[in-house]
């Protein structure tokens, strides 16, 4: 093996000049050299054979920013298959407004200074693989019509994307944009850039801050992984079918403002404040573990959080959130949520018989959390994702107790009040324990059902109204008789001449 050849990467399969070992710049025919170590006489009638729309390679070659203008000049701005592999641009890199009708492939490039594809038109697939920027990067209004690879580039200065345009204009398919593992050192702005396939970032890191503004992806965007050192604005965006921020870190606050999709969330941990604004949206923070103040609230349509089992969350406000499907038994901090409008389950309403005790039981409509709706087995009221497997009731009754002061309804405050009453007894392992906690729910629903009291007392006033009356029609009927006292009358006597009425009839009965 010679000196020269230990000296070539393995991964270069052209000819390399001859004029310097070191150099790695294809070999211009039919010189073998470069086009930065021709001649000027070699130079000339190289650039004066280029013609609009044709194919092009430099890899590997120094291009200082006059050399480079006169290729582009010479083109007309307009390429056909671009090959800059490996390429060093010594001097600012303009490519604002060129045309690349075929591939373009920049992999492994070094840019020293500006780099611009300001409103380039890429009609076929770019590729920018472990490319490295030392100043800024700016791809503003730029149209990819196929795939656009970005993986393991580094950017040092700022990174400018607003308006792009990626993926959608080739028949039959929609190409992707893929920046997975690249590093964003100055500030990264994706403002109202457009992918029409799918948009993958998995395991970048942006050390400044990244926006997101008024972009759209129409089908998915992939952040797993990806590190914010910085602020990062994820909208408003639009995403059409899934938003992955799994295992993501974030040091600084996260801004998230999106809808119509699935948003994941699965063991990030955000440090700084995470707020959240979804409409017509699923939510998933399964394992999530949130530093600062969060705040996760519905902006129209419909919220469905399906998991927060093992969130760590010191202070989060959910507003909105349908919870009915989501259970709320694996929080690691219950007391640190606030819900704030949100649904929850519920028992299947109306009368039920059963073989236990009592054998008739006519369930109300309180609030239950999703927990608990799945250990007792009721039907699931939604039909998004089956809640975990639910804990013990004495679980269940610690989380009922620690949500209670989180809730701003204080009617749902007190179905959670009930329902860790009812977990208790439940889950009571004494029988006496659980005879007086059954006594203190028969009797007044735990002091939380003053209808069921109040029911108690009208009864027991009833019966013993009941009582008093039979008692007194059921007395002897027996009464003792009345013996009246005979007072003797004293008539007058009649006088001679004129006697008594009714004297002579006496007397004559007296006779007889």
């Known amino acids: 093996m010679t000196p020269r050849s230990r ?14 070992p070191e150099c790695l710049g294809v070999a211009q025919e039919p010189y073998g050299r470069c086009l930065g170590h021709l001649t000027p006489a070699e130079s000339a009638a190289f650039l004066r054979r280029l013609t609009p729309g044709q194919s092009l390679d430099l890899r590997g070659t120094v291009l200082p920013e006059d050399l480079l203008t006169r290729v582009l000049d010479g083109v007309e701005r307009r390429l056909g298959r671009a090959r800059f592999d490996r390429a060093v641009f010594t001097g600012p890199a303009r490519f604002a407004e060129v045309v690349f009708a075929g591939d373009a492939t920049f992999d492994h490039a070094g840019f020293e200074r500006l780099a611009s594809f300001y409103g380039a038109r890429f009609l076929r697939n770019v590729s920018l693989r472990e490319a490295r920027f030392l100043r800024e990067l700016s791809l503003h209004d730029a149209r990819v019509c196929g795939h656009a690879a970005f993986d393991r580039v580094a950017v040092r200065g700022d990174a400018l994307f607003g308006g792009a345009l990626f993926g959608g204009s080739l028949p039959g398919r929609a190409g992707a944009a893929s920046f997975q593992g690249a590093r964003f050192h100055g500030f990264a702005a994706f403002d109202a850039a457009v992918f029409h396939g799918d948009a993958c970032f998995r395991d970048a890191r942006f050390h400044r801050a990244v926006s997101f503004r008024g972009s759209g992806c129409v089908a998915g965007a992939d952040f797993r992984g990806v590190r914010f050192d910085g602020a990062a604005y994820l909208g408003p965006m639009r995403i059409g079918r899934r938003l992955s921020l799994a295992g993501v870190r974030a040091h600084a606050p996260v801004h998230l403002d999106t809808g119509g999709c699935r948003v994941v969330l699965r063991s990030a941990a ?51 959130a349908d919870l009915r499907g989501c259970g709320l038994g694996g929080l690691r901090r219950p007391e640190g949520l606030r819900l704030r409008e949100c649904l929850f389950a519920a028992p299947p309403g109306g009368l039920r018989l059963r073989l236990g005790w009592p054998p008739v039981r006519w369930w109300g409509r309180r609030r239950v959390i999703a927990d608990e709706h799945l250990w007792r087995g009721w039907p699931r009221e939604t039909g998004g994702q089956a809640a975990a497997p639910a804990p013990d009731p004495a679980r269940l009754a610690a989380v009922y107790e620690r949500l209670r002061p989180g809730v701003d309804d204080a009617r749902v405050a007190a179905d959670f009040a009930f329902g860790a009453m009812e977990m208790r007894r439940l889950g009571s392992a004494r029988r006496g324990a659980r005879l007086l906690l059954s006594l203190y729910w028969l009797a007044c629903g735990y002091g939380l059902r003053a209808g069921r009291a109040l029911g108690w007392a009208t009864l027991v006033a009833a019966l013993a109204v009941g009582a008093a009356c039979w008692s007194a029609m059921a007395r002897p009927s027996g009464k003792h008789g009345v013996q009246r006292a005979r007072v003797a009358v004293v008539r007058p006597a009649a006088s001679a001449s004129r006697p008594a009425h009714g004297t002579e009839g006496w007397a004559h009965g007296a006779g007889g």
């Not at 404040?273 to 969060?294: I, K, M, Q, Y």
Request: hydrophobic share 50%; with cysteine.
């Open 7 to 20: 000296m070539v990467p393995l991964d270069v399969v052209w000819s390399t000049c001859d004029a310097v």
């Open 270 to 320: 955000v440090l700084g404040r995470l707020t959240a604004r979804l409409s017509d949206a699923e939510l998933d923070l399964r394992d999530a573990t949130l530093g600062g103040p969060s705040a996760v609230a519905r902006r129209a349509g419909r919220l469905e959080v399906t998991s927060l089992d093992g969130l760590d969350a010191a202070a989060l406000t959910l507003v909105g």
